[in-house]
């Protein structure tokens, strides 16, 4: 019988004892949220340059403002998926050993029960002033103006994720390094790993001396450096690979 790809991974107890998680769009794309870069990628059809930028967005922030809108209202409608959940039963293994990173906007991390993912790119449902950075509930803010104003200085109000050009918060980027840097085990899922800095966190990890496991039915760049990758999806693999890790983490 043919060993899957699950079956030959090897790992000890030792691998265990830090573990870094990092997710990208991927994880949710079976909870029915497309992807950037998949065949039913949203920017099939919308130009990000045109829509996830500052310029663009005080260039247009109605068609900004709409297309934030309609991924809002498809994420609204989402579950989390069964690779979600297996995190959930990761951390509870692992406790504070564990550290989940992800560049998903979506929140179906924390909806699942993740207690403290550190979101790089913000939140889709916050609204932030581009300002003063006060964040608004939505019944706060006036949406039949555009750009909506900020209640509090007038600013444009924005929705709270990280656009191209802009730079993540640092308190969650020297984090995130940070952990990727200890981790003795670090697993890259769901991300094409081509949007930096998140997409160098797989390669501070490798410098740490972390086994890398990477989870995406198609190859990446960090492909070729990692320990083992498994060509599925995540609410497929990740269960399986999670109760593996039980097994080895049972035995110590
Ligand atoms: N759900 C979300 O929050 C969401 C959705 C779209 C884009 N984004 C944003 O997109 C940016 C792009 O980076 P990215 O790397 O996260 O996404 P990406 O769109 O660049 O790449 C998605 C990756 O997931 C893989 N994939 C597709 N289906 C999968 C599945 N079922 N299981 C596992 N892997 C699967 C693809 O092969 C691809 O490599 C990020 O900044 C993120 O904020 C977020
Ligand atoms: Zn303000």
């Known amino acids: 019988m043919e060993l899957s790809e699950i079956d030959q991974i090897n790992l000890s107890a030792a691998d265990l004892k830090s573990i870094a998680v990092l997710t990208g769009a991927g994880i949710s794309a079976e909870s029915g949220i497309p992807t950037?870069?998949?065949?039913?990628?949203?920017?099939?059809?919308?130009?990000?340059?045109?829509?996830?930028?500052?310029?663009?967005?005080?260039?247009?922030?109605?068609?900004?403002?709409?297309?934030?809108?309609?991924?809002?209202?498809?994420i609204a409608q989402a579950e989390p998926n069964a690779g979600h959940f297996a995190l959930v039963e990761l951390e509870k293994m692992l406790r504070e050993s564990f550290t989940l990173i992800t560049q998903n906007v979506d929140g179906l991390h924390r909806q699942a029960g993740s207690s403290n993912p550190i979101e790089l790119h913000g939140n889709i449902f916050v609204n932030r002033c581009h300002e003063c950075a006060s964040h608004f509930s939505d019944d706060e803010i006036d949406f039949s103006e555009?750009?909506?104003?900020?209640?509090?200085?007038?600013?444009?109000?924005?929705?709270?994720?990280?656009?191209?050009?802009?730079?993540?918060?640092?308190?969650?980027?020297?984090?995130?390094?940070?952990?990727?840097?200890?981790?003795?085990?670090?697993?890259?899922?769901?991300?094409?790993?081509?949007?930096?800095?998140?997409?160098s966190l797989?390669?501070?990890?490798?410098?740490?001396?972390a086994k890398i496991i990477e989870i995406n039915p198609d190859s990446t760049p960090i492909s070729h450096a990692a320990d083992y990758t498994i060509r599925d999806s995540s609410a497929n693999a990740l269960p399986p690979l999670i109760e593996k890790i039980r097994s080895i983490f049972a035995v110590d």
């Open 36 to 74: 950037f870069r998949g065949k039913e990628g949203l920017w099939k059809q919308f130009r990000p340059e045109e829509l996830a930028t500052p310029q663009a967005f005080f260039h247009d922030p109605k068609l900004v403002w709409d297309w934030y809108f309609y991924r809002r209202n498809l």
């Open 146 to 199: 555009m750009p909506p104003l900020c209640p509090a200085c007038r600013g444009p109000v924005r929705p709270g994720v990280v656009w191209f050009g802009e730079n993540l918060n640092p308190i969650h980027l020297e984090d995130a390094f940070a952990k990727s840097h200890q981790a003795t085990l670090f697993l890259s899922i769901g991300t094409s790993t081509v949007v930096h800095p998140a997409a």
């Open 202 to 209: 797989p390669e501070i990890a490798r410098r740490g001396d």
